[in-house]
Each structure stands twice: as structure tokens, then as C-alpha cells.
């Protein structure tokens, strides 16, 4: 029975491997099983680092997703599965990805254990395809195009049905036959405009409204009857200014069409984005008695913008700012200094005990630990300060606006402070510290990441001197460093290059004049 089991165990790891997608096993408390050839590849790990490591620790904690967890956690217990679970981060050894994940439950070969199959899939390159279906909502123009060739269509029948209304009634009664042809076609016309997937408003030379179809009635909520008669005015949101609906006016006088986004109000109050065309008819005579007015409703893409952008900026547990953003900020701060003749300082915050505390309450009470005391650190800041998390228990703050250097200092205490002061959860009362290294700018003179990687050693100080204070990065000792090594490498080079010559000094005896050695 023991060698069928194995041999189960070598064929399931096989299939294992035989799988494209990256597979992790996980047991009952979230530890790796196993994992396959492609998960090893992809993740650029080793099965001796990654096996019997909780799936939180792995890759510098970057698993370590409270939704994740709680996803992970009830699976077994509550025989639940999920699927095409989204995540992005910034991975350890293969940068930042999206990840697609699903994971159930499976029977161990032995039949007495269940554990977790969870498999991944890399969607970053969709993900950015998403991105790209704004732009593409902005093929519209195509589309338009396309649309405008059906609302031509529409536009030429319409018009036709416009113009020959008064003419309707003498031609149904002299041509039978074109009678028939001219119903067809406004029979026609009627159900391109009613069913057409483009909200479609028609109004008079002054902007009244005279007819709407139902895509108009399902994207604004108004009814027909709420609308016609009304002029078009009463759909805008307000947030354009006159000066834009002037710019439109003058371009459908001078073109005959324009084409761009707008923002509607609905009848309930909301207001949505649409890109909308609108083109101007005339009639027999050459004068325009009427517009037609093309939207569709763009809303539902700007909220996907928005959400894809706060995933690349934003740390998913705390709501802070991540690396990325934090560069980009420090960036734009330093740019700031010179023209103002002011200065800046980098604080990297190691929270001490934070580990201590994971081990003993858990990670769940880790995570509100870290949300709880980055809002403090976050109000011990000033308006204009930056605070972002960076992953585990490290932060970063920006503090600008600084008329001399020492004017972190009181920023710097309020910061120990917070991160210092007992944090509550229940009947639990947990406490933790920091450990803050910092350095000023332009004081020390360096680029983005040569600024936190000093900030991040005088950190290392701070923790060796105690913990639960801050020690300022020494400039001055660091450019010494910077010196002698240069002189070092110098010296080296000359060696290597011959440039050294060597010269002695004969020694030579008072009394007698003779030369007895060299030195």
C-alpha cells in the first residue's frame, strides 16, 4: 500500500510539472507542499527555499495579501474554491506582475489529507490590453466612422422622411408605387434609429428637442415624453464651461459636425462621460433646421482606468502610496528645493517587534497592527509631507517644505511617538517601535535611490545604537569614504599601469665619504 502511494505521489508530481501554468500545493496551515517546474521558473525561486515556508513569507512577503489569506484560509475549512482572483505586485525576483489565481481543494494521494491546489497565470500583458481598450474606446472614430456611414444612412433617410413629410401626402397619392418604396424606407429609418446600440437625440435649429430613441432613454433614464419639447440644455452636468460648448457651436458652423467627449447628467442626478458626435442637417434649401447627436455612454472604461491606476500606485493593505508613486513624488519634491532654497528629508521606517507580533497574534492582527499605525504616522506628518509603505514593515516619509534641516526634528519624534504608542485590537494591546534612518536634500546631493539607500542605512544605525530612535545619515563621512576609495582605486590602477617610479637615496658615511647603502 506504501509503494502505491508513492507511486501516486511521483505520477501526481508529474502531471504537476507536465502543467504550463505555475502550481503551488499548500496544506492546512498555508505551507508549501509543493510546487511545479513552472511555478520554480517563473518565480525564479528554489524548491529548498520554498517548500515548508508559509505562501505569506515567500519572495520578501510579497504573497502577504489579507484578501488572499482569507480566500486561502477558508477553503479547506469550509470546502470553498475561488477563481480568477486579481493581484498585482511587485515580485522580488521577477518585478511587477499581475497575477490571475484560482485555487480548490484536492485529495492527497493517501486519501486522508486535502490540500490546496492553487494555480497562477501572469494576465500583465492583458491587463495593460485593458488599458488599451480606452484607447481603443477612442476608435470610435472607426467606429464612428462605421456608424457614421449607418447614421449617414440614417441621416440621409431621415432627412428624406424630413423633407418629403410635406411632400408625403401628394406623392402617396399620385405614385402607388413610390408610395410603397418611401413607406419601406421610413419603416426602415425607424427601426435603424430605434434600435440602433448609439444613443440618439434629435433637436431643431435652436436645440430643441424633437425626437430620441430608447438606447437615449436607457442611458439618461428620461423617458421620451420627459425630454421632447425641452431644449438640450437640460442634459448637461455643468462641469463644461461655455467657452466649450461655444468651441462646439462655432465648429458644427463652420464643418457641419463635431465629434469629442462630454459629460451628461442622468435624471437621477449622476453624470457620466460619453463620446458624443453631432452633426448638422439642412433641408432643400441649403439651411440647417436640424442636428443629430450620437453618444455613447464611456463611463464603465474610466472606472477600470481608475481602478488599474490605483493598483500600479497604491499599497493594496494600507491605502498608501507605493514605490512607485513614492519616487515619483520625491522627484518632483526635489525639483522643488533648489527654486525655493528649501530642503527635504527621506525617513525609512523599520517598525521593531513587528515579527514578534506576527508570530504571536497572527497575521490578520499583524495587518490591522500596520494599518493602524501607519494612520498615525501618517497624521504625525504635515499637509504637504508624503508617507508611503514599501512592503512588510518598512515605510518611507518625504517631508518637505524644510526652511533649515532641523526642522525635521520635531516631525521625526512625532513619528517614534506614534509608531511607539499601544495599539488595541480587541482584548489584545500590542506594541511595536521604529527604527528611522534619514537624510536631507540637497545637504546630500544624490539621486532618488541613491537618497533611500542612505536613508535606509542610517536606519541600520538607528536599529544597531537600540532601536526606537532615528540617527541622521552622515554625509560628510560618506564622502571621505568616497575619497579614500577613489585614491585606493587610483593607486590600484597606477600599479597595473606601471605609472609608479621608484627612486633611492644613497647613504653615505660623514667621515669617510663612503656610500654604505641605499634606502
Known amino acids: 500500500m506504501h509503494g502505491g502511494n508513492q507511486h501516486m505521489t511521483q505520477y501526481s508530481n508529474r502531471v504537476l510539472n507536465a502543467m504550463r501554468a505555475p502550481l503551488v500545493t499548500l496544506d492546512k496551515n498555508l505551507r508549501v507542499v509543493n510546487g511545479n517546474h513552472s511555478f520554480y521558473k517563473f518565480f525564479k525561486v528554489k524548491p529548498e527555499n520554498t517548500v515548508g515556508s508559509l505562501i505569506y513569507e515567500l519572495n520578501n512577503k510579497q504573497w502577504d495579501i489579507p484578501a488572499l489569506r482569507e480566500l486561502l484560509e477558508n477553503i479547506l475549512p469550509q470546502k470553498t474554491s475561488f477563481n480568477n482572483y486579481l493581484i498585482e505586485y511587485d515580485f522580488a525576483n521577477i518585478g511587477r506582475r499581475i497575477m490571475l489565481l484560482n485555487a480548490r481543494e484536492i485529495e492527497k494521494a493517501d486519501g486522508k489529507q486535502h490540500i490546496i491546489l492553487l494555480s497562477m497565470e501572469d494576465v500583465t500583458e492583458r491587463a495593460e490590453k485593458l488599458v488599451i481598450a480606452n484607447e481603443e474606446k477612442y476608435k470610435q472614430t472607426d467606429e464612428l466612422d462605421i456608424a457614421t456611414r449607418q447614421k449617414d444612412k440614417l441621416t440621409d433617410e431621415l432627412v428624406i422622411a424630413i423633407k418629403e413629410k410635406d411632400k408625403l401626402t401628394d406623392e402617396l397619392v399620385s405614385v402607388g408605387i413610390e408610395r410603397e418604396r418611401l413607406l419601406q424606407k421610413i419603416k426602415r429609418a425607424a427601426t435603424i434609429f430605434t434600435h440602433a446600440h448609439e444613443s440618439i437625440m434629435i433637436t431643431d435649429a435652436d436645440a430643441t428637442i424633437t425626437e430620441v430613441n430608447n438606447s437615449f432613454n436607457q442611458m439618461t433614464g428620461y423617458l421620451s415624453k420627459d425630454v421632447i419639447g425641452e431644449n438640450s440644455l437640460m442634459l448637461q452636468s455643468g462641469d463644461e464651461s461655455p467657452e466649450f460648448f ?266 669617510t665619504s663612503e656610500v654604505i647603502g641605499v634606502e
Open 246 to 511: 461655444a468651441e462646439i457651436w462655432d465648429t458644427l458652423l463652420l464643418k457641419g459636425h463635431w465629434h469629442g467627449e462630454i459629460w451628461y447628467r442622468r435624471k437621477n442626478g449622476d453624470i457620466y462621460p460619453a463620446k458624443t458626435s453631432i452633426t448638422a442637417m439642412e433641408n432643400a434649401d441649403g439651411v440647417v433646421d436640424h442636428y443629430v447627436s450620437l453618444s455613447t455612454d464611456t463611463s464603465s472604461m474610466k472606472v477600470l482606468q481608475g481602478q488599474l491606476k490605483r493598483l500600479t500606485h497604491y499599497d493594496a493593505l494600507t491605502n498608501l502610496p507605493n514605490r512607485i508613486l513614492l519616487a515619483d513624488r520625491l522627484s518632483q519634491a526635489m525639483e522643488q528645493c533648489q527654486p525655493h532654497n528649501q530642503s527635504l528629508a527621506v525617513a525609512f521606517l523599520d517598525l521593531d517587534g513587528f515579527k514578534e507580533v506576527n508570530d504571536k497574534h497572527g497575521h490578520k492582527a499583524g495587518d490591522e497592527l500596520l494599518i493602524a499605525v501607519s494612520q498615525r504616522m501618517k497624521a504625525a506628518l504635515c499637509e504637504f509631507d508624503t508617507l508611503a509603505r514599501i512592503g512588510g514593515d518598512e515605510f518611507i516619509a518625504i517631508m518637505v517644505n524644510l526652511e533649515n534641516p532641523e526642522d525635521s526634528a520635531p516631525i521625526l519624534e512625532r513619528l517614534l511617538k506614534a509608531a511607539a504608542d499601544p495599539v488595541t485590537l480587541g482584548d489584545v494591546v500590542m506594541q511595536v517601535s521604529a527604527s528611522i534612518g534619514v537624510t536631507l536634500y540637497p545637504q546630500d546631493a544624490s539621486g532618488v535611490d541613491q537618497l533611500i539607500r542612505h536613508a535606509d542605512q542610517a536606519m541600520h544605525v538607528a536599529k544597531q545604537a537600540g532601536k526606537n530612535r532615528y540617527r541622521l545619515f552622515d554625509t560628510a563621512k560618506n564622502n571621505e569614504i568616497k575619497i579614500q576609495l577613489a585614491s585606493i582605486e587610483n593607486i590600484v590602477a597606477g600599479l597595473s599601469n606601471s605609472e609608479f617610479v621608484l627612486y633611492y637615496q644613497p647613504k653615505v658615511n660623514i667621515r
